[in-house]
């Protein structure tokens, strides 16, 4: 823990030990080495460079920051050049983490092999992205037509999120609602892209009363519905059939991400006009690939304009991260029927646990009913269990024997705290931390993401680390 705390308040005698991280918060080390060789290369001082996908990324980059700057392209990769510490700087690297535009350390590794700076040969990746699709299209039981393949599951959710929201503006409709606490950057990318009026959260995603009331209410001017299902970290599921029903009635889009638990085990397009899901996890789960998806509903009164929309401005995966997702995906299901199992497992020793508080997962009280309506089959949960304490977080942590990480979805497993490394600024305060009390989210939980080792493996790590 004291390392968490250390990487979250950039103290040098951690952040000296990162070489890389999860891609959109930490710059992979062939990515930084392929900005300074270009700068070295052009001659170029008091710049701070970007390595983004595209120009368009780099024109939407511009828009975002508000600023002029310098863009080249080398060997396929687009350079934004700014001002070394100019506000643009600052806004720039936040326009990157949430929509995640930027190349790959794949792409990175085979400019500097291109440039001579590292050894080895550039490898064509001939990859028939046909075979990922029609996957992908069975698990969203729709055709591999209405699939979308992104450079992450944040730039599939940028992508539809602005389609919808200049579709719906047209119309006069510009209030999004965020139902539930979802993932840091999905919440990001609404607050800054919307005004402070046109965008509303409501963290109960079980009250659908209260949700067709605020509806109603907004019945005029409400664009769409953003959640998750269920949701992270707390694993809430909501009636997807009642509010798909709510936003189709008042002209309302919805979003939809089953990323937590994956869309194999629950049934969501047929209840969405648009569903993101961040293949990164499950569908590639080696933690060594960000790709993402988005899959549009054929029967949605958005489809065809969105179609359109999404096809022009999704930032298309690097054929070399594809082509990994393609080794990967061919175990998709077995990979994901035994995390279900061990999920089963472990969730079952946690809830008899003397010192666990609660876990919360996808069959815990409050959401087993919302979520065995849309599960495609029995005992299947997904990977995620997250858990309140009854000892200190600092001991637990510290002496349990797995991953440590943001990430879900791998075959190994892993834990982080949540909290911490989401939202550090709400843990840090007593006003984020009555915030997130009034959301009924405790600051110490820990996010666990199972993997397929032995369960009597899995289970021991746990037991040592929660004995007294």
Not at 59 to 84: E, K, N, Y
Not at 376 to 393: D, F, K, Q, V, Y
Request: charged residues 20%; negative net charge; aromatic residues 8%.
């Amino acid at each position: 823990m004291a390392h968490v705390r250390g990487y979250e308040e950039r103290l040098p005698s951690t952040v000296e030990h990162i070489r890389s991280g999860y891609p959109r918060f930490v710059t992979h080390h062939l990515i930084e080495e392929s900005k300074q060789h270009f700068l070295k290369k052009n001659r170029i001082e008091g710049k701070i460079a970007y390595c983004l996908n595209s120009q368009k990324a780099a024109s939407g980059l511009l828009a975002f920051a508000g600023a002029g700057a310098d863009v080249r392209t080398d060997r396929g990769i687009t350079f934004v050049l700014f001002d070394a510490g100019s506000e643009a700087v600052k806004l720039a690297h936040s326009y990157l983490q949430h929509t995640g535009v930027c190349i790959s350390s794949r792409c990175a590794e085979d400019y500097l092999i291109a440039e001579g700076v590292r050894p080895g040969t550039v490898q064509a990746a001939e990859t028939d992205s046909k075979r990922v699709l029609e996957i992908l299209g069975e698990a969203h039981k729709t055709s591999q037509s209405h699939v979308h393949l992104a450079t992450s599951g944040m730039n599939a959710f940028f992508t539809v999120f602005r389609g919808l929201q200049e579709i719906q503006a047209t119309k006069g409709r510009t209030l999004w609602l965020q139902l539930g606490w979802l993932y840091v950057d999905t919440g990001e990318i609404i607050k800054k892209f919307t005004a402070p009026s046109d965008r509303a959260f409501m963290g109960d995603v079980f009250d659908m009363g209260a949700i067709r009331d605020f509806v109603s209410k907004n019945s005029d001017r409400i664009a769409g519905i953003v959640t998750e299902c269920p949701t992270n970290p707390l694993v809430e599921m909501t009636d997807l059939q009642e509010l798909h029903a709510i936003t189709r009635s008042a002209g309302a889009a919805l979003i939809l991400d089953p990323t937590l638990v994956t869309p194999l085990n629950v049934e969501v397009l047929v209840h969405s006009d648009a569903v993101i899901n961040s293949l990164t996890k499950y569908a590639s789960h080696m933690g060594d690939v960000m790709i993402g998806s988005a899959v549009l509903n054929p029967a949605s009164p958005f489809y065809k304009e969105l179609s359109r929309k999404v096809e022009t401005s999704i930032e298309n995966p690097y054929p070399r991260d594809l082509a990994r997702l393609a080794e990967q995906i061919e175990n998709y299901h077995s990979v994901v029927a035994k995390i279900n199992a061990n999920t089963m497992r472990l969730a079952t020793y946690l809830s008899n646990h003397k010192n666990i508080k609660k876990v919360y997962w996808a069959y815990a009280e409050q959401s087993r009913k919302n979520y065995e309506k849309f599960q495609r089959r029995a005992e299947a949960p997904g990977g995620i269990i997250t858990i309140e304490l009854n000892i200190p977080l600092e001991k637990f942590y510290d002496r349990i024997t797995v991953a440590k990480g943001p990430s879900f979805g791998s075959v190994f497993t892993i834990l982080c705290p949540f909290m911490y490394l989401a939202h550090y600024d709400l843990v840090q305060s007593e006003a984020g931390r009555r915030e997130l009390a009034s959301l009924h989210l405790d600051p110490d939980l820990v996010r666990v993401s199972v993997g397929i080792e032995p369960i009597e493996e899995i289970i021991a790590a746990f037991a040592e680390a929660l004995s007294d």
